[in-house]
């Protein structure tokens, strides 16, 4: 039988997917530890969050006995956040122009973050990513997200 702490993480995890955030970790809900993120999690009987990077834990941002306390400032902090979500990861500059045209034809802001592969002179990954919401009008649009044909 699940406890009114686990249905009160289930129900902030589901929120936070269903308004596009992809970048946070909910310690005992989340199914993977994800790096860089902001984590929520119970230590003792406290509830701390705190942001981890390559396996390091920082010092928490913000620690409370109370729950839905810590629930309230979770939420709140990691809507604040981008959540970027990737569409497409190409060598192609047409394909990722042509992906972005779509989207931005459908009124969706897109990101460019392309990057050198250096397997030769002037080689690039372009990649282009959507912001949260975003990623469910993006897929309304394209079948298969995000599309890599790295």
Not at 26 to 51: A, M, R
Not at 68 to 87: C, F, G, P, R, S
Request: net charge positive.
């Amino acid at each position: 039988m699940e406890t009114e702490e686990i249905k009160k993480l289930k129900k902030l995890n589901k929120e936070l997917i269903e308004n596009g955030c992809n970048n946070f970790f909910i310690s005992g809900i989340s199914q993977k530890v994800l790096d860089d993120v902001f984590c929520l999690n119970k230590q003792n009987e406290t509830w701390v969050i705190f942001y981890t990077e390559r396996g390091k834990n920082e010092n928490p941002i913000y620690s409370i006995k109370d729950l839905d306390e810590a629930i309230n400032y979770y939420k709140n902090h990691i809507m604040k956040i981008d959540h970027w979500h990737l569409i497409i990861s190409t060598r192609s500059y047409e394909k990722m122009i042509e992906y972005k045209k779509l989207l931005e034809k459908s009124s969706i802001k897109t990101i460019e973050n392309n990057m050198p592969a250096y397997k030769s002179k002037n080689d690039y990954v372009y990649r282009l990513f959507v912001i949260n919401k975003s990623i469910f009008e993006a897929k309304k649009i394209f079948d298969n997200i995000p599309c890599n044909d790295l």
